[in-house]
């Protein structure tokens, strides 16, 4: 589904990401692990557009999206969440997630002057959809609630919302469990799982949290100083001894 | 999804009939035309709202479009046009103005906007002081008629020379716009321009072309602005450099700063209430700037969002207060 070619990225002679290449099937949940400045958000920042690759190329199901802007990104189908939790903090909750389904409509100055019947069905589908989404959130007391009340863990789970409500192939989760507790931390995994399961979205996630990562990932790409060391499921990258010895080191075996 | 308690609405009936019947109890003529010439800063103030307050853009260059909107009326019906075809007209020349403008403008963001636009607001004046041929240069343009009578079946046409008539005109004109900027506000369309205030990376990644959102909040601040700019220039029955100037962009900043800004009652109370309270202060002189730079320094400080925004504030902690007293509740 998602295909990065040989993509490289210099910030002014500094190499972040060097001669990337790696797939992503659609229904699989990917992980990209490495140890900080490895350059995995600045991997999530070129399939995303934020950051125009030096080199190489991006596709979506065969679509070449290198270095399109981000808001057309989105229309293709990939989604995001960032590393830090970025929702409209000014805003309700029922909001954000409606103005994440925006685009999926033709709502525009117009049809929501004259509150055309073309407005009340796209204002009407958005809502439904949001509900729907709040509802698999488990959010759905708190709909008009504003963002600065929800707890940390709400507040990730909402981030994670706002990106599936339109509905997108592919999901990038850039440390979707920072900050949490082993308890949040599995319920956050839960909830990841079953937006593959009943969304039938692919994810792509970037984690620290090693154990996590190992029960949840199909398969792991492991970086470092932005170049990719291994790929594999979690069985073979346990053993692999580049990844121990740049990365992991005894870790995993205990 | 958008509805307003019944309290509300009760104080908007009063508001609204209290304002209709205006021309009965204003005490004299010069009290009438402060009335009036508030009510256009009230429009022209509640559309930099959109762009400042609600689109997180601080456009310097509104006052601009308002002289914009002056010069092309009283050009226009100096010519020979009538004033209700000069007025839509002065409205699209100010988006296009406005337009050529974003597309430069809109490369900057923040502080850096916000003088990008003042440099182009400065530009204007320049061009309506110097090009003496069509703005009359210093002097500008004096002795227009006023608005051109509406021809109505039985009653005879309406005329616009007279104050009542012209506040109705006024009023009129406030309540439409009212009207258009409630309908964007509270939509999914209007729920985009505050996104990109909040957070323009998030809007981006969610799909939203932050660029062209905000060329559009521009256009429809920028449409309004010259609206109220026209019927200023024909109720004054003159225009000169000083409706274009870099003053009025201020006092409308001013007025949406202590009104309360991203509310909708905010932009009308300031632009309404300062005015007037400036005449009450006739006594104090010149030093009643004094006063205002004072009360301007305590609002930004200890109520950034102005009088009717720290209202709202006060609302809205209740709410949230209520909210997670109740979810304490539903954990328990």
């Known amino acids: 589904m998602l295909k990065v070619e040989s993509v490289t990225k210099k910030f002014s002679g500094l190499v972040a990401v060097k001669d990337l290449s790696f797939e992503i099937a659609k229904g699989q949940i990917v992980a990209i692990i490495g140890p900080n400045g490895a350059g995995k958000s600045t991997a999530f920042n070129l399939i995303t557009g934020t950051l125009k690759p030096t080199w190489g190329k991006v596709t979506i199901n065969g679509h070449d999206i290198t270095g399109m802007q981000p808001y057309r990104i989105v229309t293709r189908g990939v989604a995001r969440t960032f590393q830090t939790t970025s929702l409209f903090d000014q805003l309700r909750v029922i909001d954000n997630l409606m103005i994440a389904y925006k685009w999926r409509t033709k709502l525009g100055f117009w049809n929501t002057l004259l509150h055309l019947p073309s407005w009340k069905r796209y204002q009407e589908r958005a809502f439904a959809r949001s509900i729907e989404v709040l509802e698999f959130l488990g959010l759905t007391a708190k709909a008009n609630n504003f963002i600065p009340t929800l707890s940390q863990e709400e507040q990730k789970r909402l981030a994670i919302g706002v990106a599936i409500v339109s509905k997108p192939q592919l999901l990038l989760l850039d440390e979707p469990t920072g900050g949490l507790i082993q308890d949040e931390t599995d319920r956050i995994t839960e909830l990841i799982r079953k937006i593959r399961d009943e969304q039938g979205i692919t994810v792509c996630i970037i984690e620290h949290k090693m154990q996590m990562i190992m029960g949840l990932a199909d398969r792991i790409v492991v970086l470092n100083y932005g170049e990719k060391i291994a790929e594999g499921s979690p069985e073979e990258i346990k053993v692999n001894p580049d990844v121990i010895e740049a990365y992991l080191g005894g870790e995993l075996n205990a | ?332």
């Open chain 2, 1 to 332: 999804m958008f509805t307003k308690p019944i309290h509300t609405k009760l104080l908007l009936g009063f508001l609204f009939i209290a304002a209709l019947f205006l021309p009965l109890y204003v005490p004299d003529s010069y009290m009438f035309q402060i009335v009036i010439t508030s009510l256009l800063f009230a429009i022209a103030t509640s559309s930099m709202n959109l762009i400042l307050g609600y689109t997180g853009q601080a456009s310097l260059a509104h006052g601009a479009f308002f002289g914009v909107g002056a010069y092309v009326v009283a050009i226009m019906t100096k010519a020979g046009w009538s004033f209700w075809i000069a007025l839509p007209v002065s409205g699209l020349v100010a988006t296009g103005i406005g337009f050529f403008i974003g597309l430069f403008a809109f490369r900057t963001r923040g502080h850096f906007f916000a003088i990008v636009t003042l440099c182009f607001g400065v530009i204007l004046f320049q061009v309506a002081e110097n090009w003496i041929e069509v703005t009359g240069g210093q002097n500008g343009i004096f002795g227009l008629d006023s608005a051109t009578p509406i021809p109505f079946p039985f009653f005879g046409p309406i005329e616009f020379s007279s104050q009542p008539a012209q506040y109705y005109l006024v009023l009129a004109v406030l309540l439409l716009t009212l009207f258009v900027l409630h309908r964007v506000v509270y939509s999914i369309f209007g729920l985009t321009f505050m996104a990109i205030r909040n957070n323009e990376e998030l809007a981006d990644a969610l799909g939203i072309n932050t660029f062209a959102t905000k060329m559009v909040s521009f256009a429809i601040a920028n449409f309004i602005a010259a609206i109220a700019g026209g019927i200023y220039a024909t109720i004054l029955g003159a225009v000169s450099p000083s409706a274009i100037s870099i003053m009025i962009t201020f006092n409308f900043l001013i007025f949406l700063i202590l009104g309360g800004m991203a509310t909708l009652p905010g932009a009308v109370i300031g632009a309404f209430m300062i005015p007037i309270i400036m005449e009450f202060l006739q006594f104090m002189e010149n030093y009643r700037m004094l006063f205002f730079g004072a009360l301007l320094v305590v609002v930004i400080i200890w109520f950034p969002m102005g009088f009717f925004g720290g209202l709202k504030t006060i609302n809205q902690k209740i709410i949230a207060w209520r909210q997670s007293n109740t979810s304490e509740d539903s954990n328990a």
